[in-house]
């Protein structure tokens, strides 16, 4: 046990004196406000520039208890923000299916269709055909071979094979696929044929006809078509003619062929009133 | 007092007031341990009353004015810790106390004055300090002040055995005359 001299006895009590009148002065008022300034001032700054080198190392050390934390946190945060991304996705995808929708059931009611609506779920080759698409229903929807398929806009393609839930369409596009088909201006019938990627090629039935770039062709005639009649089909891109003298017609198609999500198979037509020839209703 | 030593001490109570706003008082919220008042109790046990009363008035006092509580209150209550070690380490160092005997006690000391400086703010009303608070923090605010020592002890043994900061031995006192006959 150390001893205390008498100088530092002296110096306590001085000390002692001096913080309780320190005590006094601020506690009563602001006496030391300037002192007080100075000292913030001073060591704010200090503070500054310690802290660009100290703060690095506190903050590591301060994140260590936090790290599994973190680790769940960006983890959750991860998943919720591909939740999100997803449930954008599917809001614009469902946005793009209620505009076919709409475009399905408008045609479906200006044209007294029965139409079956029907999701791709499956693209590629198929049935030994190379442009072909699955889609949803089958023959529990009363789907059969043969049926038109529409976008809503235009021609898509035609069932060709029906299973009890799904079906598979060939794609106007597909080489294979011929479709009878109609100038609206001229009333003239070509008979067009997928050809890929480039959409379709029309020949006139006859090579004199009058087609132009830009006429619209439709499915047609009616009874003449494996087709419902009056579906669009695409509009003549270009007209050409042959060596050996025959007229070639490009055809920009109306429904794209790639892409394709929401489509209507046409299940039912109106049922037809048989007309009476005209004049007999007057003789009788 | 030379000039190094002046300047040593200066050094260490920036340092420390430094080293206590940006790394301890951060690191170890919510518990209130306090690196000047250790480092006042510890330089106290190795220095004596005289330096560790200087020392716990000077960088208390400077705490008080940088902070917004009334001036002069860690001030009075480090200085008496510093005055308790220099007095108590006296025992401590001629019983050749190690670094954890040292840091103990040092820790000890530190955390009571911590104690009575919230004791004190509470007596004023100041800040929200209540007497509650000071015996709720005693404890954890020891216990760290503890394992703080144990790295500061060896740091300031060293530092006070540094050439031009080691206090000088007291230079003997004359007790008497002895007349050696031939």
Known sequence: ?284 | MTISRIAAAFAAIITALLLQASLIGPLTFPVPVSMPALIVTIVGVYAGPGVGLGLGFVIGLLADLGAAHPAGVQALCWMGAGLVAGTVGGLATERGYGTRGVAGLAAALAAGASFAVTMLLAILGSHGATAWLALRDLIPVGLTDALLGLVLVPLIRALLRAQGVRVPRPGADVIGRVHVSH
């Open chain 1, 1 to 284: 046990m150390r001893r205390l001299t008498r100088r530092q006895r002296i110096a306590a009590v001085a000390l002692t004196v001096v913080s309780l009148l320190f005590i006094s002065l601020d506690f009563a008022g602001g006496a030391l406000s300037s002192a007080r300034g100075g000292a913030t001032g001073g060591l704010g700054a200090l503070y500054r520039g310690t802290d660009t080198v100290i703060g690095p190392v506190r903050r590591f050390v301060q994140g260590i208890p936090d790290v599994a934390d973190n680790r769940a946190e960006l983890a959750r945060l991860r998943r919720e923000n591909a939740d999100l991304r997803r449930a954008v996705a599917a809001n614009a995808v469902d946005a793009a299916s209620s505009r076919r929708l709409d475009a399905l059931q408008l045609q479906a009611a200006s044209r007294s269709w029965r139409v079956m609506a029907a999701r791709v779920i499956a693209t590629g080759p198929g049935a030994g055909f190379e442009w072909t698409v699955t889609v949803d229903v089958g023959a529990r929807e009363q789907v059969a071979p043969g049926q038109t398929v529409t976008d809503g806009s235009g021609l898509v393609g035609r069932v060709i094979a029906v299973y009890p839930t799904t079906s598979v369409v060939l794609l106007t596009a597909d080489p294979t696929a011929g479709v009878g088909v109609r100038d609206t201006r001229s009333g003239q019938l070509l008979l067009a044929s997928g050809s890929g990627s480039s959409g379709m090629t029309a020949r006139p039935l006859d090579d004199g006809v009058d087609v132009k770039v830009g006429d619209q062709l439709v499915t047609g005639p009616a009874g003449r078509t494996t087709f419902v009649d009056g579906v669009s089909v695409g509009r003549i891109a270009s007209v050409r003619g042959a060596a050996d003298g025959t007229v070639r017609v490009a055809v920009r198609l109306t429904a794209p062929q790639s892409g394709l999500d929401l489509v209507g198979i046409i299940v039912g037509q109106p049922l037809r009133t048989v007309r009476a020839p005209i004049g007999s209703q007057a003789r009788q």
